[in-house]
C-alpha cells in the first residue's frame, strides 16, 4: 500500500509563504493523480490543488493564484508553494494519492 508523509508545515505571519512537500513511497508515482486537501477547524475537508499525470493542474476556487503545485516525479514527490497566505489558510493541509492520505501537516497563518 501507498504511503504518505507530508513536510513544510508550520507557523507564518499573513502574507507570507510556505511551501509543503509530500513523499511517496513506492514505484507507481508517476501514473497517480497528486493532491492536496485541507480541513480548516469545524469544516469538511476541501480540495486545494491537484496534477495529474499528464500535468493538468487545478485548484480550489479560494486559492485565486497564490498557490502552486509541482510534481516531481524522479523523486516521489509533490509539492505546494504557497504564497500571500491569509489567516483563513490555516488549516491541517493533507497530501492525497491513490485513494490514501497522509497524516497532515498544520499550518497556522497569525500575527
Known amino acids: 500500500q501507498v504511503r504518505l508523509v507530508e513536510s513544510g508545515g508550520g507557523s507564518v505571519q499573513p502574507g507570507g509563504s510556505l511551501t509543503l512537500s509530500c513523499e511517496v513511497s513506492?514505484?507507481?508515482?508517476?501514473?497517480?493523480?497528486m493532491s492536496w486537501y485541507r480541513q480548516i477547524p469545524g469544516k469538511e475537508r476541501e480540495l486545494v490543488a491537484l496534477?495529474?499525470?499528464?500535468?493538468?493542474?487545478m485548484y480550489g476556487a479560494f486559492v485565486k493564484d497564490r498557490f502552486h503545485i509541482s510534481r516531481d516525479n524522479a523523486r516521489n514527490t509533490v509539492s505546494l508553494e504557497m504564497n500571500d497566505l491569509t489567516p483563513e489558510d490555516t488549516a491541517v493541509y493533507y497530501c492525497?494519492?491513490?485513494?490514501?492520505w497522509g497524516q497532515g501537516t498544520q499550518v497556522i497563518v497569525s500575527s
Open positions: 513506492g514505484n507507481r508515482f508517476s501514473i497517480y493523480s
Open positions: 492525497n494519492a491513490d485513494d490514501t
Open positions: 496534477a495529474t499525470s499528464g500535468r493538468m493542474t
